[in-house]
């Protein structure tokens, strides 16, 4: 269904064919049908079919979906989940999933910000004006100094609450975060989200965690780097806007990086605290980039240049389809960390890793082994 109704469909065609329908001119003309609207109702046809976010957690033990968009007033995420439509006074589980996916993917000039109400100010709001979380943030002196994206967070979700905000504009989620790792971070480690993870950690309850993060980026080879002219106005446009996203996009990688190796070291240390830490005994990052094809061998070389040669696009043809998947598995499946995750699930652990994907499990009354593993560190 999935493979026949959009991944080897021509959808470009398709929207252009829809954008230039004399009906849908028609409703462009009027100052409440926009062009995401145009592919809201198209992922809506192809994909969702009416679907809304309360089906996406009907399954119990289903996972969670986290869509990001970018809040076009304060160049911040905004993650469309339970907690930030909670400042909104608006309900998550009504909100469509094509209309998320259509704000997520609104790069802007080619499409039209989504807006959302903010109901905060109404009567029949019973959420909270302002958070306990909030509340401390706000009014201590420690928070901006020792959390300062926490302090920041804590403002915006303040002005969300307090209505000082009516609306919100969202634009494409990865002209702050092309990965969405903050979102990630945020889901696992701020005990002020609903629905974070850091609450099953602190209870023990997480014994292997995974984490893996996919850079999915065409980079055709630029021409201006073998001209000696000067780079004409729209190679200076696309540097201007893709730079920026690039930089932010390192910066939240490396974030991310940061985030699991303290809770490597923290596990590693943790025998030697004066009360017992409920770490994940195994912890995998791992990070899938086509940078990480091997140059010395030809193969992966031809493979990389067929899979970055792939335009951004919601159309892509059988063979590209095909080089996606195979790079992804490749990619995956050679990553020594995932190799790792693979033969402790096995229980045949052959590669020679330590903690260099995790802090090797060890019995709360042997602190010594684990004091000899502290000085190793390494990257998932």
Not at 196 to 211: C, D, E, F, P, Y
């Amino acid at each position: 269904m999935l493979h026949d109704n959009f991944l080897v469909r021509d959808n470009m065609a398709a929207l252009e064919s829809q954008v230039f329908n004399p009906a849908t001119l028609f409703r462009l003309a009027g100052p409440s049908y926009s062009r995401t609207d145009v592919l809201r109702e198209y992922f809506d046809r192809q994909l969702f079919h009416g679907a809304t976010f309360a089906q996406l957690y009907q399954r119990p033990g289903a996972p969670i979906v986290i869509l990001n968009a970018t809040d076009m007033a304060s160049g911040e995420v905004f993650s469309l989940v339970e907690g930030r439509f909670d400042d909104l006074c608006s309900d998550l589980s009504r909100f469509p999933v094509a209309a998320g996916v259509a704000a997520s993917a609104a790069f802007p000039i080619a499409l039209t910000p989504l807006s959302l109400k903010n109901w905060s100010k109404q009567p029949n709001c019973s959420v909270p004006q302002r958070p306990k979380w909030v509340e401390s943030a706000l009014k201590g002196n420690i928070t901006r100094y020792v959390n300062l994206p926490q302090y920041k967070l804590a403002i915006e979700t303040d002005a969300l609450r307090s209505n000082k905000v009516e609306y919100v504009h969202l634009l494409d989620g990865g002209l702050v975060d092309n990965r969405g790792v903050s979102a990630i971070l945020q889901e696992m480690f701020t005990p002020n989200d609903p629905t974070s993870q850091i609450t099953l950690i602190n209870k023990g309850l997480i014994h292997r965690l995974v984490a893996i993060q996919v850079v999915a980026r065409s980079a055709t080879p630029s021409p201006i780097s073998t001209n000696p002219n000067t780079p004409g106005v729209f190679s200076v446009v696309g540097a201007v806007i893709d730079n920026p996203i690039d930089s932010a996009t390192r910066g939240n990688a490396e974030n991310f990086e940061a985030a699991f190796s303290q809770l490597r070291q923290a596990g590693m240390l943790r025998n030697l605290a004066p009360a017992p830490l409920d770490l994940p005994d195994y912890i995998y990052a791992i990070e899938v980039d086509p940078d990480q094809f091997s140059v010395q061998d030809p193969e992966q070389g031809s493979l990389r240049t067929e899979f970055e040669r792939i335009p951004t696009s919601w159309t892509m043809s059988a063979a590209q389809l095909q080089t996606v998947q195979t790079a992804a598995h490749r990619l995956l499946n050679q990553h020594p960390c995932f190799v790792r995750l693979r033969e402790d699930l096995s229980g045949r652990p052959t590669s020679v890793l330590g903690n260099r994907c995790h802090p090797e499990a060890t019995p709360q009354a042997s602190p010594a082994p684990v004091a000899a593993e502290g000085g190793q560190k390494g990257k998932g």
